[in-house]
């Protein structure tokens, strides 16, 4: 690794750093200035037990004194006690939910990516033929199609009427249906993305001289076309990764699968304040590294492209 590069690695990260925390404070006053709290419309609290109830977790306190507080705790990892779950910590209820939603997410993005890729060489290596006009028109479907009412489809079919897979996504094989549901639309974005670009590629000089001098089809396809379209499809699959993984929410919504996305609802409709803060923290850091990764992957690709 030479100087330059790593020079572009730690100016992202201290970039990253700055997001993070920029994304730590608007959130925090932000959540703070919403009319209500935690404990407002709970059955059989006295205003007395309310004031008792946020001296105990310092809400009592001015906000500036709460935000630097909150910003000494979490350079330890430590996002407190969560106030809707009482006797629980907000670090473990986002482990025990990124548990799930890391294996969903995960699953989902790297069966998107493979099909993804597949589907668009081959629209691409069959341009205007009925393949392509298929891939083309099914992918466009899954584009235009919101998740939840593809996840809502799925489980009509497939848990209601036919019965083969549970609606619920913490039984056995629950998770399968909300994986296809994730999957689906950047796949579909994905296919369209290596269609595109490889198209590009493919009618670049190179590609000719290539075809000119007698290389192999095979050659010039997974040696030069394919790798050479893969860079929008990595600038697209970093972000995506981590927004599948904590940001399905609505999917895990419908299949009442026990990851981090049901419990960033939960938070935010309770207004339990560390929960909403440890899980937006968290989302907004693994999409800063996702993008880190992604950006570092464009010169693993491409040698050519410089990072500055």
């Not at 009319?35 to 407002?40: D, N, R, Y």
């Not at 006295?46 to 109830?53: G, I, L, R």
């Not at 790297?110 to 890729?117: K, R, T």
């Not at 549901?181 to 009618?203: F, K, Q």
Request: aromatic fraction near 10%; proline fraction near 5%; charge should be positive.
């Amino acid at each position: 690794m030479n100087t330059k590069t790593l020079m572009y690695i730690l100016k992202r990260i201290l970039l990253a750093v700055v997001t993070v925390w920029v994304v730590i404070t608007v959130t925090f006053f932000v959540m703070h200035a919403v009319p209500g709290g935690p404990f407002v419309g709970e059955k059989a609290v006295t205003p007395a037990v309310q004031a008792a109830m946020e001296a105990k977790y310092g809400l009592d306190k001015p906000l500036s004194e709460q935000y630097f507080t909150y910003l000494k705790d979490i350079t330890r990892l430590d996002f407190g006690p969560s106030l809707k779950s009482r006797g629980r910590y907000v670090t473990d209820m986002i482990f025990d939910g990124m548990k799930t939603s890391i294996k969903l997410g995960v699953i989902a993005a790297f069966i998107a990516l493979a099909f993804g890729v597949v589907f668009g060489a081959i629209a691409a290596l069959r341009r205007n033929k009925i393949i392509d006009r298929i891939i083309m028109v099914i992918t466009t479907a899954f584009v235009s199609m919101p998740s939840f009412i593809m996840g809502s489809l799925l489980l009509v079919v497939f848990s209601t009427k036919l019965g083969w897979l549970p609606a619920n996504g913490a039984q056995k094989n629950g998770l399968i249906l909300p994986i296809i549901t994730l999957s689906l639309y950047p796949m579909a974005y994905i296919t369209r993305l290596t269609r595109s670009s490889m198209l590009e590629v493919l009618g670049q000089d190179y590609i000719r001289t290539a075809k000119a001098k007698g290389v192999s089809g095979v050659k010039i396809i997974f040696g030069h076309a394919l790798k050479n379209s893969l860079i929008p499809v990595i600038t697209y699959f970093g972000p995506m990764l981590a927004y599948i993984v904590t940001g399905s929410l609505v999917v895990e919504q419908i299949f009442a699968v026990p990851g981090i996305g049901r419990a960033f609802v939960n938070s935010i409709t309770g207004r339990d304040y560390p929960l909403v803060m440890g899980t937006t923290i968290v989302l907004a850091t693994l999409i800063v590294i996702m993008n880190l990764i992604g950006d570092i992957m464009y010169k693993i690709v491409d040698p050519r492209i410089t990072l500055e």
